[in-house]
């Protein structure tokens, strides 16, 4: 069983503690404070520990005498106030500054996606190119993405609270109804990438998966092309209820 964990897959994953391969160029920025918190709480955990065991073996039981009774220690006091702000401090600060790049939305992006998460798919909508496709909880829509374009997602909801997530671009964010939410990454990678909604938003919430193709440029033009053959023109704000099958809907109803 423990041999399963040795393919060089899985052997450069727990470099990463457990993330994917990252396939956006702000990725890093996340995949570098996850890495610095497990580093950071690590130093904590092996400090506590050395303490602790230290405690147990200098003043082990060794006699049926009252240990010295104390009530207070100054230092100590003050080093278990301080200690637990620094890290607090430290932390927070690596968060904002980060969170502050991440969702920095001020750079003109080279297309923008508006994502809209129904209950229980995500349609996409292709601003620029005037085109959409909606997925259905039996047909998993795909989200194409140019490689190296820096896109823009809007997301928004007609429902419930959604979360828009691709695990490989270390992102996620909520789609909420009546509050348009946005953020912008920059594919650098070619591949499929698996998505998925990460709220928990009704009956059929686990159908919420779809697929992300980078692609080429040239491979990008030709599904906008192909949806705009397919009819799939325009922009579809509010997707139909009902884009879940009959017999779901007769089960959940
Ligand atoms: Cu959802």
């Given at each position: 069983m423990a041999l399963t964990g040795c393919s060089t897959e899985s052997s450069s994953q727990w470099a990463r503690l457990g993330?994917?391969?990252?396939?956006?160029?702000?990725a890093p920025l996340i995949g570098n404070l996850w890495i610095g918190a497990w580093i950071a709480a690590f130093g904590v955990g092996v400090l506590v520990w050395g303490l602790i065991i230290w405690a147990v073996v200098a003043y082990?039981?060794?006699?049926?005498d009252l240990p010295r009774q104390t009530r207070f220690n100054m230092p100590i006091e003050f080093l278990y106030t301080v200690t637990p702000l620094v890290v607090i401090a430290a932390l927070f600060y690596y968060t904002v500054d980060h969170q502050e790049q991440i969702v920095d939305t001020s750079a003109e992006p080279d297309l923008t996606v508006n994502v809209v998460g129904q209950q229980w798919s995500w349609t996409f909508n292709y601003i620029d190119e005037d085109v959409h496709e909606v997925g259905t909880t039996t047909e998993q829509p795909t989200l194409y993405l140019p490689v190296g374009q820096t896109v823009r997602f809007e997301l928004t909801s007609p429902d419930v609270v959604h979360s828009f997530w691709v695990p490989s671009f270390y992102m996620k964010m909520d789609v909420v109804p009546g509050h348009p939410n946005s953020f912008q990454v920059t594919p650098d990678r070619e591949g499929t990438y698996a998505g998925k909604c990460a709220?928990?938003?009704?009956?059929?919430?686990?159908?919420m998966v779809f697929d992300v193709e980078v692609v080429s440029e040239e491979e990008f033009d030709e599904q906008m092309d192909a949806l705009r053959d397919a009819g799939q023109t325009g922009l579809i704000e509010v997707p139909l209820r009902?884009?879940?099958?009959e017999d779901q809907a007769g089960s959940s109803q």
């Amino acid at each position: 069983m423990a041999l399963t964990g040795c393919s060089t897959e899985s052997s450069s994953q727990w470099a990463r503690l457990g993330l994917p391969e990252a396939a956006t160029e702000e990725a890093p920025l996340i995949g570098n404070l996850w890495i610095g918190a497990w580093i950071a709480a690590f130093g904590v955990g092996v400090l506590v520990w050395g303490l602790i065991i230290w405690a147990v073996v200098a003043y082990r039981k060794r006699n049926d005498d009252l240990p010295r009774q104390t009530r207070f220690n100054m230092p100590i006091e003050f080093l278990y106030t301080v200690t637990p702000l620094v890290v607090i401090a430290a932390l927070f600060y690596y968060t904002v500054d980060h969170q502050e790049q991440i969702v920095d939305t001020s750079a003109e992006p080279d297309l923008t996606v508006n994502v809209v998460g129904q209950q229980w798919s995500w349609t996409f909508n292709y601003i620029d190119e005037d085109v959409h496709e909606v997925g259905t909880t039996t047909e998993q829509p795909t989200l194409y993405l140019p490689v190296g374009q820096t896109v823009r997602f809007e997301l928004t909801s007609p429902d419930v609270v959604h979360s828009f997530w691709v695990p490989s671009f270390y992102m996620k964010m909520d789609v909420v109804p009546g509050h348009p939410n946005s953020f912008q990454v920059t594919p650098d990678r070619e591949g499929t990438y698996a998505g998925k909604c990460a709220e928990l938003c009704g009956a059929y919430h686990s159908s919420m998966v779809f697929d992300v193709e980078v692609v080429s440029e040239e491979e990008f033009d030709e599904q906008m092309d192909a949806l705009r053959d397919a009819g799939q023109t325009g922009l579809i704000e509010v997707p139909l209820r009902g884009t879940y099958s009959e017999d779901q809907a007769g089960s959940s109803q």
